[in-house]
């Protein structure tokens, strides 16, 4: 099995955006940063105002701290809080985003047409994700052990993303620890 690669949250210079609502620190950008397919990042929203539009973009997204958001899509609005499951939208719907109670910190997951399926999921201990998807990755939040195979274990520290394009079968296996996402790409 290849060694995933490690990116820390903190290594990370934060971005602002152009409307002035927050900033976002890019992880990932898969394969290649100006021409990817697959994107994680982390941002911290500070005031309500309307997502950036991503057409041909599936994304996925996950409150990670502060109150919550409320999305307004096209049809319906969603509440998502820190203990809400991530959801997912068409990256062209581009939602306005109202605060519930201050500034949150939020995972995203973004992945181009035509490049598998991306989902996301909370990856509580004991979890465990299979080997096999084009590209897999783990968010962890906070700090926690995670078993790579049944060869050995890696800690990761608190605003880690561990991910791998290697496609090995070894199934990845949260031990111990506390908050955490499990972030895929599968074939279409």
Not at 159 to 185: C, M, P
């Amino acid at each position: 099995m290849r060694t995933p690669n490690r990116i820390a949250l903190a290594d990370c210079l934060p971005q602002p955006w152009r409307n002035g609502g927050g900033t976002t620190r890019e992880l990932l950008a898969w394969p290649r940063s100006g021409d990817w397919r697959v994107r994680v990042s982390v941002a911290e929203i500070a005031r309500a105002g309307d997502f950036s539009a991503y057409p041909g973009v599936a994304r996925c997204f996950a409150v990670l701290e502060g109150a919550g958001v409320e999305l307004a899509l096209p049809g319906r609005r969603l509440t998502l809080t820190a203990h809400s499951e991530p959801v997912q939208f068409d990256g062209a719907e581009a939602p306005h985003c109202r605060l519930l109670d201050g500034p949150t910190q939020d995972l995203n997951l973004m992945v181009q047409q035509g490049a598998g399926r991306a989902h996301m999921r909370r990856a509580p201990p004991g979890s465990r994700l299979p080997g096999g998807a084009r590209w897999r990755g783990l968010y962890a939040a906070d700090a926690l052990q995670l078993e790579l195979g049944s060869a050995r274990c890696e800690a990761l520290a608190a605003g880690t993303l561990l991910w791998s394009d290697a496609g090995d079968a070894a199934a990845w296996t949260v031990r111990e620890g506390g908050r955490a996402w499990w972030l895929t790409l599968e074939a279409a």
